[in-house]
C-alpha cells in the first residue's frame, strides 16, 4: 500500500494555531483477482479501477494483480490474506472464499440453482444478504456481486451424459472440500489443485477432466489441453464478490466508501451482463474449434441431480439450514 498524504495545508494551519485541515488522501490499493483480464473475471477488477480513477479524479487507484499472485497462486488463501490485510481488496470467487466462509458454500451446492433468474433470486435477496452478512463477520467488507459463471465439465476421455461416466475419471476440481464429495458421489476420481496448476496437469494427461464456466474454457484453451468433450450440465453457478479488507475499509472516509461501493457495483453489473451476452458467441467459438459438446436431456439431468443429492444433505447444516431455505425459497418466488 502506497500512502501519501498532503501534509502541507495541515501543517500551515497548525503553525497559525488553527484546527488542521488535510486535503483529501492520494492512495493506492492492491486488488487480488484469480484470473486475469483476458477473461470477464479480470474484466469485472479492471472495469472498477476503471471507474474508480475517473469517479476519484486520480485520487484512488486500484492496482490489480492478477493470477492469484499475491498469495502465490494459492487462490484459497486469498480470504484469509485480505482479513489480516496482506491483500487491501479483491474480486474474489464464492469457491476460493467458501475455505474460510462456509456460508459460500451455498453456490457449489449442486444442481440448486437452474438458471440465471435463480443466481439473481438469491444474490438479489435475503439469502445474498446472510451470505454478506457472514463475509462481513469474518472481517472482509462485501461490497458487490459479479459472475464466474455456470461450471460446465469437461474432459479428454469421452462423451458424458450419465454419472456412470465418470466412473474413475481424473477431475481436477478447486481446493474446496464440498467438490471432493460431489465428484466422489459421481465415482470420479477428484484431484484439488489450484488453477495455475490445472492446465498443465491436463495438458500432460495427469488429470482426465475439469469443470469451469465457459469463459474460462474459451479463453484457457482448454481444447488444447486435450479437453475434447464438454458436457453442458450446469451443476453450479460461482458468482464473483467485490470486497475490501475491513482493516482498511474503516480507515476510508464515508466519502471514499460509497465511492468505492457504487463502483463496484457498476462494474459488477456492468460484467455480469456482458458475460451473460457473450455467451453464445463463446459456445459457438469453442464447437468451432472441435469440441463435442453434449447437452443433458431432462432424464439425463435428472440422474445427476439424484446421485448428488446426499452431498447437497451432508453440506446443508454446514452452510446453514436457515441460509439454504431462504435461498429455495428465493428461487421457488422467481
Ligand atoms: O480455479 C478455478 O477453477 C477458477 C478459476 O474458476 C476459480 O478460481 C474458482
Redesign the pocket.
Known amino acids: 500500500m502506497n500512502i501519501k498524504k498532503w501534509l502541507v495545508l495541515g501543517t500551515a494551519c497548525l503553525s497559525l494555531g488553527a484546527a488542521p485541515v488535510f486535503a483529501q488522501e492520494t492512495r493506492e490499493f492492491s486488488v487480488s483477482t ?2 486475469s483480464d483476458a477473461f470477464p ?1 479480470g474484466k469485472a477488477a479492471m472495469k472498477w479501477a476503471e471507474l474508480v480513477e475517473e469517479r476519484s479524479e486520480g485520487r484512488i487507484t486500484l492496482k490489480v494483480y492478477p493470477n492469484a499472485q499475491l498469495v502465490s497462486g494459492d ?1 484459497t488463501r486469498e480470504f484469509s490474506a485480505m482479513r489480516s490485510g496482506l491483500i487491501d481488496m479483491a474480486v474474489g ?1 464464492t ?2 472464499w467458501s475455505t474460510q466462509v462456509p456460508q459460500a458454500n451455498l453456490f457449489s451446492l449442486p444442481f440448486l440453482m437452474p438458471d440465471n433468474a435463480a443466481v439473481d433470486a438469491i444474490t438479489q435477496g435475503k439469502a445474498g444478504q446472510m451470505v454478506f452478512d457472514a463475509i462481513e463477520k469474518r472481517g472482509v467488507v462485501p461490497l458487490a456481486w459479479g459472475e ?1 459463471g455456470f ?1 460446465e465439465l469437461s474432459n479428454s476421455r469421452g462423451v458424458l451424459t450419465q454419472p456412470a461416466d465418470l466412473k474413475g475419471l481424473k477431475v481436477r476440481v ?1 481446493g474446496s472440500p464440498l467438490f471432493l464429495d460431489t465428484f466422489n458421489a459421481l465415482g470420479a476420481n477428484p484431484t484439488q489443485m ?2 495455475t496448476d ?1 492446465l498443465p496437469a491436463l495438458t500432460t494427461g495427469a488429470v482426465d477432466g ?4 465457459l469463459s ?1 474454457f474459451d479463453v484457457a484453451r482448454a481444447d488444447r489441453a486435450n479437453q475434447k468433450y464438454l458436457t453442458l450440465w450446469h451443476y453450479m453457478n ?1 458468482p464473483l464478490i467485490f470486497g475490501a479488507s475491513k482493516r482498511v475499509w474503516s480507515k476510508l472516509s464515508t466519502e471514499d466508501q460509497q465511492l468505492l461501493k457504487q463502483a463496484a457495483y457498476d462494474a459488477g453489473q456492468w460484467e455480469i451482463a456482458k458475460s451473460r451476452a457473450d455467451l453464445d458467441a463463446t459456445l459457438q467459438s469453442i464447437r468451432d474449434r472441435g469440441v463435442e459438446v453434449t447437452e443433458l436431456t431432462s432424464e439425463q439431468h435428472q440422474a445427476f441431480v439424484a446421485a448428488t443429492q446426499n452431498v447437497y444433505k451432508k453440506w446443508t447444516p454446514k452452510i446453514g439450514e436457515e441460509l439454504v431455505e431462504a435461498a429455495q425459497e428465493a428461487i421457488n418466488k422467481r
Open positions: 484469480v484470473l473475471w487462490q470467487s469457491i476460493n464466474n461450471r478447486v489450484s488453477w490445472a475439469q469443470e469451469n464456466p474460462v460461482d
